[in-house]
């Protein structure tokens, strides 16, 4: 995924850019970088976090670094903060969402006269590089911008820093936000809103989708004023957002609630606790265990002080290791105990097979899972949320798959909850990883959970309509 903050303030901007970004941590752990401008120069730092946290790596930074305005990024991808030189003048620039149609777009930034690109590690282009390709063609920021936003097939926000102020651009359908924060003498802009509270900050305005803001130390101005569409993602209350953040005035903590209350609402197992998959399960497990009288447990509890999160690294096998050798058991709680254990989804369902068989081994007598969302069905055209290289990696695209003979499949019946292939699809899934039961969330209790217009929520993973 990906996150930012930035920074424009009367005073050096360093110590708020630094623990401001540093906040989006959950965001990703691969490259984090920070760049500011001041007494006439840019200064930027990128440095790799995949083996110690952004604030490590960043420390000595703080120090050297010097600017009163500043933009900074955790990023899954690709090393950014860029520093770009063109007709627009010296800019730095970060972005985050993806690009589906890459190979189109550089064919024509070729054609209309652009020389190279620089390959990263692997040989991809860095989609950074590729959006300040596309801002340069035209005459200024806001038409490039606005320009590089039209030509992207997938999602795209985007902050430019430049000498005067700092420009930030929510995607064309505000798929992930932008929140704005205010305190005497500064303003923020910052992908999560909590980033910025405990800075002294507070909540000023959210970009509307496609809103293009220029932020000085003195204002925040609208240069293009928001569309009347929006599609952002739901998976964020589910899953990537943090719990003390809220999107569009929804909390992610309540929404976790509501959603583990609806699906407690529809269940009908009688088990003897409730616990959620460390982390982002357990508030999921908090609000059914609230809504069913079912008592809430932690038979497992997760070891994190030196461990990075199990998502991120890109090796599979690897990923899978490290998500086993944090959770630690608590016997007691597990020993002759039914326990029905909710997680936020299920991707490819090996590290919750093995989690199943771990409690199996540690004494449980029943393992009845839940999840949070419906089936993952489509991989996400529009954040980097996977790094499948296929949809058939997701456990309902293989389990149809085997059940039909073929990949090629009509997919509505298997998404509708109601039908027959669903229900078989489900049973399929239980038996393979050796759950108990297997109970997904619907997507109208869990579009209801978020509590907005349906219609601005992006559900295309679950039910493939965009």
């Known amino acids: 995924m990906g996150g930012f903050f930035a920074v424009a303030s009367k005073e050096d901007c360093v110590f708020d850019l630094f623990f401001g970004t540093d906040y989006h941590s959950h965001l990703g752990t691969r490259r984090g970088g920070m760049a500011v401008y001041g007494d006439g120069e840019f200064n930027r730092s990128i440095h790799n976090i995949e083996n110690s946290p952004f604030r490590t790596k960043f420390e000595k930074d703080v120090h050297e670094m ?11 991808f690709e090393p950014q903060p860029l520093l770009v030189r063109s007709h627009h003048g010296t800019y730095s620039i970060i972005t985050v969402g993806k690009i589906n149609n890459i190979e189109e777009l550089v064919k024509k930034i070729f054609a209309n006269g652009g020389s190279h690109f620089l390959e990263m590690s692997g040989g991809d282009i860095n989609a950074t590089e590729l959006v300040a390709a596309l801002i340069n063609q035209q005459e200024n920021l ?23 102020g700092i420009y930030a651009a929510r995607d064309k359908y505000g798929r992930t936000p932008v929140a704005i924060g205010k305190k005497d003498g500064a303003f923020c802009a910052s992908f999560e809103c909590f980033a910025y509270l405990n800075l002294g900050y507070q ?36 899953y990537y957002g943090y719990p003390s953040s809220s999107y569009e005035g929804v909390s992610v903590e309540k929404m976790r609630y509501e959603c583990g209350a609806k699906l407690a609402k529809r269940d009908d197992v009688k088990p003897d606790s409730v616990a959620g998959i460390p982390d982002s ?29 199990s998502f991120m690294p890109t090796i599979q096998s690897q990923r899978n290791m490290i998500a086993k050798m944090k959770m630690l058991p608590v016997h007691d709680l597990i020993q002759d105990k039914s326990l029905l254990l909710i997680d936020d989804s299920i991707v490819r369902g090996t590290q919750l097979s093995e989690t199943t068989e ?4 540690s004494g449980a007598k029943e393992v009845h899972i839940r999840t949070a969302c419906p089936p993952l069905m489509f991989g996400c055209k529009y954040l980097n949320f996977s790094r499948s290289n296929s949809e058939m990696d997701l456990i309902t695209r293989r389990i149809i798959a085997e059940r039909e003979g073929r990949a090629d499949v009509d997919l509505e019946q298997y998404i509708d909850p109601e039908s027959v292939k669903y229900n078989d699809m489900v049973e399929n899934i239980r038996k393979k990883l050796n759950f108990t039961s297997l ?17 601005k929520l992006c559900t295309y993973c679950w039910s493939g309509r965009e």
């Open 66 to 76: 010097k600017g009163n305005i500043g933009i900074g990024c955790i990023s899954d």
């Open 142 to 164: 806001v038409d490039g911008i606005q320009y590089a936003q039209d030509m992207i097939q997938g999602s795209m926000t985007i902050l430019v820093m430049t000498p005067k």
């Open 203 to 238: 909540d000023y305005k959210e970009l509307g989708p496609g809103e293009i803001v220029v932020m000085t130390p003195e204002a925040v101005i609208t240069l293009a004023k928001p569309g009347s569409e929006m599609r952002i993602c739901t998976f964020l209350w589910v």
């Open 281 to 309: 399960g357990t508030p999921h497990a908090i609000g059914y265990a609230n809504a069913s009288g079912v008592p809430f447990s932690r038979p497992f509890i997760k070891y994190t002080p030196t461990w990075p999160r």
């Open 358 to 361: 771990f409690l199996y081994q």
């Open 439 to 455: 109970r997904f969330h619907r997507l109208d209790d869990m579009i209801e959970s978020v509590g907005i217009d349906p219609s």
